[in-house]
Nanobody, 124 residues
């Protein structure tokens, strides 16, 4: 079983960048497909990005494609979400998740393990 802890959120202005970190313990990030999801107030949790276990192939939601980048550092047992050109509509709580099947699914129900989330607020 893996435990996930996110950090790096904060209050920024539109156009700024942030890098979120998800530190894993108990197991290594390379044992799982890893994903980032977000949830804005009054909205359902939505897929942001994922990285597949075996080959590191990445997937992105259309609203963040070209602005966000997911990566993993096995030496630090950490998954990152680099967020550039932030927009007010990116405001949400961002969650890191681990998928035992390793596919890096876009579907939240495919993920068995979740972090507690980190708040990202983008002002206009």
């Amino acid at each position: 079983q893996v435990q996930l802890v996110e950090s790096g959120g904060g209050l920024v202005q539109a156009g700024d960048s942030l890098r979120l970190s998800c530190v894993a313990s108990g197991r290594t990030v390379s044992d799982y497909g890893m994903g980032w999801f977000r949830q804005a107030p009054g909205s359902e949790r939505e897929f942001v990005a994922a990285i597949r276990r075996n080959d590191g192939i990445t997937y992105y939601a259309d609203p963040v494609k070209g602005r966000f980048s997911i990566s993993r550092d096995t030496a630090k047992n950490t998954v990152y979400l680099q967020m550039n050109s932030l927009k007010p509509e990116d405001t949400a709580v961002y969650y890191c998740a681990a998928d035992r099947a390793g596919w890096g699914s876009r579907v939240s129900k495919s993920y068995e393990y979740w972090g507690q989330g980190t708040q990202v607020t983008v002002s206009s």
